[in-house]
């Protein structure tokens, strides 16, 4: 349950803070405001307690929805977001980055002084991000 309730609230959580990070297509500011016109009835659906496989199902559901919404987002945001330290979907994103997974378009450039020699040589790299 605590699991389910973690990912839960940090989905919530990037949706009001940082709706930019999330593959949205309304503005989020509007989908709260639908949110809170439900009838006061229709919440107490939500508190009934449920089974161990229903809570595997939406561990497994949120989950899912972390690595998707990591692969749809934007690499310059998570650039962003690690200047302050990161977020979990930045190290989602960079995970799949690292493994050619989802829909970035990061190209690793090596970076390289070839003066001096070129006998001291250490490899960087830097992320380039087509528009």
């Known amino acids: 349950m605590a699991v389910c309730r973690k990912l839960s609230n940090y989905i919530m959580y990037l949706f009001v803070n940082h709706p930019t990070m ?29 089974s161990e496989e229903a809570l595997e199902e939406m561990v497994d559901m949120w989950t899912r929805l972390l690595v998707y919404s990591a692969g749809k987002s934007q690499g310059p945001m998570h650039a962003a977001a690690l200047a302050c330290g990161g977020e979990l979907i930045t190290f989602v994103w960079m ?17 390289a002084n070839s003066a001096g020699g070129g006998t001291n040589l250490k490899e960087a790299y830097a992320f380039y991000f087509a528009p």
Do not use: H, W, Y
Not at 25 to 50: C, I, W, Y
């Open 22 to 50: 999330l593959p949205l297509n309304a503005s989020s500011e509007a989908t709260l405001a639908k949110v809170a016109l439900l009838p006061a009835e229709g919440k107490q659906v939500f508190r009934v307690d449920p």
């Open 95 to 111: 995970l799949m980055v690292k493994a050619g997974l989802g829909d970035s378009q990061a190209k690793r450039i090596l970076i």
